[in-house]
């Protein structure tokens, strides 16, 4: 089973400034990763795929990168809705596997 | 539109059963790979099954292997869990969750349901 860790587990982080989340494998999953976005009682949403790739609608400022075993979600500069949990998750080999999350919290 | 609406989701006892259903609608449902996502109260996401359009492919988390039962019926757009033997740490919110590739498979989500509640106590 691939082990998705994912850092930190909360990142503090003033509106208008960069944050970097970091998504980290177990073992290679080429570059077979999604990432997402949950807000308090909502299903969460899809931002990227294929480690880079924006969903539809996702805006530019959200920007991912890596493969093999490191990743990373960069948010340029956070607006308000953007404080949320985000999730990477594995889709290279079965079973599929999630991070722990990551809470983007207001300074 | 795509829509996902969970339901069958309550309060059951440790050891009984019960079965989720997901009715689809706004694209093709037979054309998609259909998944089960749960995530416990205050935790986070955990994969459950997955079934192919076709329902020729089949995945399964260990955690419920042997007592969860995913299918579908593409005549009704609808997708299913039964969920046997239940036990207090199934006590999650159950999402449906469409893969997003429909001639190929992903295995990652690009629309959820609201999800249903599944709460196992005594």
């Known amino acids: 089973e691939r082990v998705m860790t994912q850092s930190p587990a909360t990142l503090s982080v003033s509106p208008g400034d960069r944050a970097t989340l970091s998504c980290r494998a177990s073992q290679s999953v080429s570059s077979n990763l999604a990432w997402y976005q949950q807000k308090p009682g909502q299903a969460p949403r899809l931002l990227i795929s294929?480690?880079?790739t924006r969903a539809t609608g996702i805006p530019a400022r959200f920007s991912g990168s890596g493969s093999g075993t490191e990743f990373t979600l960069t948010i340029s500069s956070l607006q308000s809705e953007d404080f949320a949990v985000y999730y990477c998750q594995q889709y290279n080999n079965w079973p599929l596997t999630f991070g722990g999350g990551t809470k983007v919290e207001i300074k | 539109e795509v829509q996902l609406v969970e339901s069958g989701g309550g309060l059951v006892k440790p050891g009984g059963s019960l079965r989720l259903s997901c009715a689809a609608s706004?694209?093709?449902?037979?054309?998609?790979?259909m998944n089960w996502v749960r995530q416990a109260p205050g935790k986070g996401l955990e994969w459950v099954s997955s079934i192919s359009s076709s329902s020729s492919y089949i995945y399964y988390a260990d955690s419920v292997k042997g007592r969860f039962t995913i299918s579908r019926d593409n005549a009704k757009n609808s997708l299913y869990l039964q969920m046997n033997s239940l036990r207090a740490e199934d006590t999650a919110v159950y999402y449906c969750?469409?893969?997003?590739?429909?001639?190929?498979?992903?295995?990652?989500?690009?629309?959820w349901g609201q999800g249903t509640l599944v709460t196992v106590s005594s």
């Open positions: 969750a469409r893969d997003q590739c429909s001639s190929t498979s992903c295995y990652y989500f690009d629309y």
């Open positions: 706004g694209f093709t449902f037979s054309s998609y790979n």
């Open positions: 294929g480690a880079s």
